[in-house]
């Protein structure tokens, strides 16, 4: 079943490191299968919604969204944000 890894980001510290972590997420996440459906600020936001970017990520399954989260090439990538911005993570099976 598909899965999608969702992430926003509630405070930036650091933009450069920022920078430098999409740099080497995008391509480690795309390579174990991963596909960007979103990435960016809300263009409205309703309820109790923040105005935070938002990044949607499409797995063929929770198992592959965990498995890329884990892996080597992704820890280089959360080494180079090293703190550089508070974010909400998870992974949520389709519907």
């Known amino acids: 079943m598909t899965a999608y890894w969702i992430t926003t980001y509630k405070a930036v510290h650091d933009p450069e490191k920022v920078a430098a972590y999409a740099a080497i997420a995008g391509p480690a996440l795309t ?41 080597e090439a992704y820890a280089e990538a959360l080494r ?10 998870r992974v949520v099976p389709g519907a």
Do not use: C
């Open 31 to 71: 390579a174990a299968g991963g596909r960007f459906l979103v990435r960016g600020m809300p263009e409205a936001t309703f309820e109790k919604g923040e105005a935070t970017r938002t990044v949607v990520i499409e797995f063929p399954s929770v198992e592959a969204a965990v498995a890329a989260h884990d892996s």
């Open 80 to 89: 180079a944000l090293d703190g550089g911005a508070d974010r909400d993570m």
